[in-house]
T-cell receptor, first 118, second 113 residues
Framework: DTGVSQDPRHKITKRGQNVTFRCDPISEHNRLYWYRQTLGQGPEFLTYFQNEAQLEKSRLLSDRFSAERPKGSFSTLEIQRTEQGDSAMYLC????????????????FGPGTRLTVL | DAKTTQPPSMDCAEGRAANLPCNHSTISGNEYVYWYRQIHSQGPQYIIHGLKNNETNEMASLIITEDRKSSTLILPHATLRDTAVYYCIVRVLTPGSARQLTFGSGTQLTVLP
């Protein structure tokens, strides 16, 4: 059973640089979510996709952030002109809209990408 | 989604049962109770969820009170590897409802040797 994978696991960048993260969901899952987690806080929702359509975006997702899921499989999250406040763990999760009610839409998380902006 | 209240921290002796409480007094009839945990520097891990009835799986048991205003996650024989932050989340699954999980501060469970 292959879980959600994220790449890279760690990224250190200088302020002003652009960064891109990748998420590969569980293969049969049609929903994909991005969350951000800062130190000492619970994860906060950023955006989610159903297949290739981006259906919801949080107000946390400023115009420097963009997410794509071009073929309804893997997703990328890009941050342009990074700021020190972007330093956080970026988490990806996936879920399926089919299946028994017991498991339908249960989100499974990847290991996260830890971003440090210097 | 309804708000949840959890104690910020708890300790448990290794080998004993860990009982983690969650209050969700404003829960509505179509909201499920989910539990996740997060071991330091890892992604959250799904544990269990339920609507009305008590649930059990290979990881834990979930006890939901009859009025559904509170629940307890039970780890029957806690090990050192169960040390983590445990999150209780309530969530609607009906079409048109918000899809994201709303995490609170959770309970830091420390299992002591």
């Amino acid at each position: 059973d292959t879980g959600v994978s994220q790449d890279p696991r760690h990224k250190i960048t200088k302020r002003g640089q652009n960064v891109t993260f990748r998420c590969d969901p569980i293969s049969e899952h049609n929903r994909l979510y991005w969350y951000r987690q800062t130190l000492g806080q619970g994860p906060e929702f950023l955006t989610y996709f159903q297949n290739e359509a981006q259906l919801e975006k949080s107000r946390l997702l400023s115009d420097r952030f963009s997410a794509e899921r071009p073929k309804g499989s893997f997703s990328t999250l890009e941050i342009q002109r990074t700021e020190q406040g972007d330093s956080a763990m970026y988490l990806c999760a996936s879920s399926a809209t089919t299946g028994t009610s017991g498991r339908r839409d249960t989100q499974y998380f990847g290991p996260g990408t830890r971003l440090t902006v210097l | 989604d309804a708000k949840t209240t959890q104690p910020p921290s708890m300790d448990c002796a290794e080998g004993r049962a860990a009982n983690l409480p969650c209050n969700h007094s404003t829960i509505s009839g179509n909201e499920y109770v989910y539990w996740y945990r997060q071991i330091h520097s890892q992604g959250p891990q799904y544990i269990i969820h339920g609507l009305k009835n008590n649930e059990t799986n290979e990881m834990a048991s979930l006890i939901i009170t009859e009025d559904r205003k509170s629940s307890t996650l039970i780890l029957p024989h806690a090990t050192l590897r169960d040390t983590a932050v445990y999150y209780c989340i309530v969530r609607v699954l009906t079409p048109g409802s918000a899809r994201q999980l709303t995490f609170g501060s959770g309970t830091q469970l420390t299992v002591l040797p």
